[in-house]
């Protein structure tokens, strides 16, 4: 194992600790990501707190899903779709 994947790994174990309620498919995921090479205190879609960090990984997931349902439940509007013809 390379510094980096075993530092990751360590990276893993320590944010899990400060997570006690993840789900197994949160660990699951979480696991796949990191296995990648991605750090935990990150997440795939860069969501980012008030403050404007970017959050990890399982907290992304959720403050993603969270979103989601909001969205499907009517209480926030949906992103607006992006006009092709907008971009350079």
């Known amino acids: 194992m390379t510094g980096k994947k075993a530092f ?3 990276e893993m174990r320590r944010y899990l600790r400060m997570v006690p309620d993840a789900t197994p ?3 699951a995921e979480l696991k796949t990501w990191v296995q990648q ?3 935990p205190f990150s ?3 860069h969501i ?3 403050g404007g960090w970017e959050m ?3 907290h ?3 403050a993603e899903q969270d979103y989601i349902e909001a969205v499907q439940a009517g209480l ?3 992103p607006e779709p992006v006009d092709e013809s907008d971009l350079p």
């Open 56 to 58: 990890p990984f399982i």
């Open 25 to 27: 498919d949160e660990i």
């Open 43 to 45: 997440n795939p879609s």
């Open 60 to 62: 992304g997931l959720r």
């Open 48 to 50: 980012a707190d008030g």
């Open 8 to 10: 990751l790994r360590q």
């Open 37 to 39: 090479g991605n750090d």
């Open 76 to 78: 926030v509007d949906p």
